[in-house]
């Protein structure tokens, strides 16, 4: 069974059925997208900017994912792997992780415009067929 932390951390590939312990009856899947040039049509440059919004605001330092491979990372892993060549140990980066997911998500609501968004011709219809 891969465990959830696996998971956060952006270390399951995508697409990866992950299984029940031997206790549990049922089987679960989980399916995981890359979002842009997956589901969505090329990279926003407000959801590029979000990451160095969000370390800028609880790291105090300029970080921007152009600095590492990205391509398929959990953003989880991203912040990891940014904040680590950038110097900063995991142990003093998770426990600041859920505030620069919310510094995140408050520059895309502020910043976003939702008529730049393409997505993809199909994937309204797939992900409603997996929501079953």
């Not at 900017?49 to 989880?76: L, M, Y």
């Amino acid at each position: 069974m891969i465990k959830d932390d696996k998971i956060r951390d952006g270390l399951v590939p995508t697409g990866v059925q992950i299984s029940p312990s031997a206790s549990n009856d049922c089987m679960e899947k989980v399916v995981l997208f890359d979002v842009d040039g997956t589901l969505l049509r090329g990279e926003n440059p407000v959801l590029v900017k979000r990451f160095s919004f969000g370390i800028e605001k609880v790291f105090g330092i300029n970080a921007n994912i152009s600095e590492i491979p990205h391509s398929g990372k959990t953003d989880r892993k991203i912040l990891l792997d940014l904040l680590k060549l950038k110097g900063i140990d995991e142990n003093k980066v998770r426990p600041k992780l859920n505030k620069i997911f919310d510094f995140m998500t408050y520059y895309v609501k502020d910043n976003i415009d939702s008529s730049e968004i393409e997505i993809f011709s199909g994937v309204k219809e797939l992900l409603d067929e997996l929501k079953k």
